[in-house]
């Protein structure tokens, strides 16, 4: 029998670890299909929930060998605990491996999918700027991210096709095999350095600098 999206969920994140915190999937809704399912993620500390998600998702799980299995979900970095406690996941440098961990979901053809825009975090913020300007996604903070968790290929959903498909999102997908990898990365390659070439040497603003350090150690890795 196949293993239900819930059970999958469940397995890959579930009490995983994101030191010192745990995580925690909750609320299990079905989706448009048997093969969906909605969800939260809560960050646990000594037993305690955070009071609101810090994700809150829809995972698909695929069907057959053709249609891979996707993620899009809202991550709020900013964890409140009872007693006035708020952890900032971003800042204590656990987004990594919160998006690490939600990688694990999505196999070769997947994609991933998270929502931007209106956020009141700098990641977000500072994400939507530089998209709107038409930074490569990779440069991005939250591109950056994706980047880093092996997904190659970024479309920008900054204004759904027909109103059909939600808030505004990025997604990435992860390579089918080491050839579209290859073919992936040196497009990239092109694309930021580019990109970097258009800014070394004039004065630029703080946002470009941002931008313009991960193209260049996207770069620097690439070439590796």
Not at 13 to 34: H, N, Q
Not at 152 to 163: C, L, N, T
């Amino acid at each position: 029998m196949m293993e239900s999206p819930w059970d999958i969920l469940v397995g890959a994140l579930d009490g995983e670890s994101v030191d010192p915190y745990a995580l925690a999937a909750r609320d299990p809704k079905p989706g448009r299909t048997g093969r969906e399912t909605y969800f939260n993620l809560f960050l646990a500390r000594e037993g305690e929930l955070s009071r609101k998600p810090v994700v809150q998702g829809l995972f698909f799980a695929g069907r057959g060998d053709f249609i891979k299995p996707w993620l899009e979900f809202r991550y709020e970095p900013s964890a409140g605990f009872e007693g006035g406690v708020v952890v900032d996941m971003e800042r204590e440098g656990l987004t990594s491996t919160l998006l690490s961990l939600l990688g694990g979901l999505v196999p070769p053809g997947g994609s991933m999918m998270v929502i931007y825009g209106g956020e009141g975090h700098p990641l977000f913020r500072e994400t939507e700027e530089g998209l709107k300007r038409g930074f490569p996604p990779p440069v991005t903070p939250l591109g950056r991210y994706l980047w880093g968790i092996g997904l190659r290929w970024f479309k920008d959903w900054y204004f759904p096709e027909g109103w059909l498909e939600g808030s505004m999102k990025l997604q990435a997908t992860r390579p089918l095999d080491r050839e579209v990898r290859a073919l992936r990365e040196a497009k990239a390659r092109e694309e930021l350095s580019a990109f970097a070439e258009g800014l070394r040497g004039r004065r630029i603003t703080r946002l470009e600098e941002s931008a313009l350090a991960r193209a260049e150690e996207i770069l620097s890795e690439s070439m590796a």
